[in-house]
């Protein structure tokens, strides 16, 4: 029996001798449990590298550990838990790193926070790469090639956005039709406050506001957030144009045709 190809990337942890210390260096190993062609695997392990270094730099992550990227048959879609990131090896290049980039988000922050938080982080963090490489954005899951911003927008135009403490009482992602389409928000809305967030009071405020599961003053900070998306006056869009031709999604431009603004 074949043994799945193992590439172990390994860099030192680099710290700063004075605050405030340097986000750390990715340390992985790239397991090749799908049997990808060597010269592929080889190719991924400089991009998730790189990748890694930017998505800690972001994310202030000085010490996340060493982690397990496995390529794989076995899942769908990619995830995160303790440690290792299942990653669907069927995938182009360009689904690859943006999966990557959204479950390594997940190592580089943890998991004890809330859901809202969790997804928020890790869809903004991917969106914000790739807008600093003036890449296309993400034509995946969630934003499907609209900013996170102007999702929040549309929602907030067609009655859908509902107050933020709904989205931090989501205790993971829900079933069913409506729990299915507010789960999504949930990842888009996240998204948006997070990024939202880092901006107006930076790395250090993000990090406490996770390690709680959502800020102190929230409606305060909801107010301000929902003043700057309607301030920038995203242009508005028809989500069908966006969303995939599959009844999953068109139940979301189902939802999403309500007439009448949000009050």
């Not at 999966?99 to 869809?123: C, I, N, P, R, Y």
């Not at 909801?222 to 599959?246: G, N, V």
């Amino acid at each position: 029996m074949r043994l799945p190809l193992l590439l172990h990337l390994a860099l030192p942890a680099v710290f700063a001798t004075v605050l405030p210390l340097r986000a750390a260096e990715p340390e992985f190993r790239l397991v090749n449990e799908a049997r990808l062609p060597a010269a592929k695997v080889k190719a991924l392990g400089p991009v998730f590298t790189g990748l890694g270094q930017r998505v800690y730099a972001l994310l202030g992550a000085t010490d996340p550990g060493p982690v397990e990227a496995l390529l794989t048959r076995e899942v769908d879609i990619g995830y995160y838990h303790q440690g290792r990131i299942w990653l669907p090896a069927d995938t182009d290049d360009a689904d690859l790193r943006e999966t990557w980039v959204h479950e390594l988000a997940h190592h580089a922050t943890g998991q004890d926070s809330s859901f809202l938080m969790k997804e928020g982080v890790a869809s903004y963090t991917v969106e914000a790469l790739w807008r600093e490489d003036g890449r296309a954005l993400p034509e995946g899951w969630p934003q499907y090639g609209q900013r996170l911003d102007a999702w929040v927008a549309l929602f907030a135009a067609r009655g859908q956005l509902l107050p933020l403490d709904s989205y931090f009482a989501l205790p993971g992602y829900q079933g069913g039709v409506d729990g299915d389409f507010r789960s999504w928000q949930a990842y888009v809305v996240g998204g948006s406050f997070v990024g939202w967030l880092l901006r107006e009071q930076g790395i250090a405020a993000f990090r406490q506001a996770f390690e709680r599961g959502q800020p102190r003053d929230l409606q305060a900070l909801e107010k301000a957030w929902r003043a700057d998306i309607a301030t920038a006056r995203w242009p508005a869009f028809d989500p069908a144009e966006y969303l995939p031709a599959r009844p999953r999604y068109q139940r979301y431009v189902q939802r999403l045709a309500a007439a009448g603004a949000e009050r």
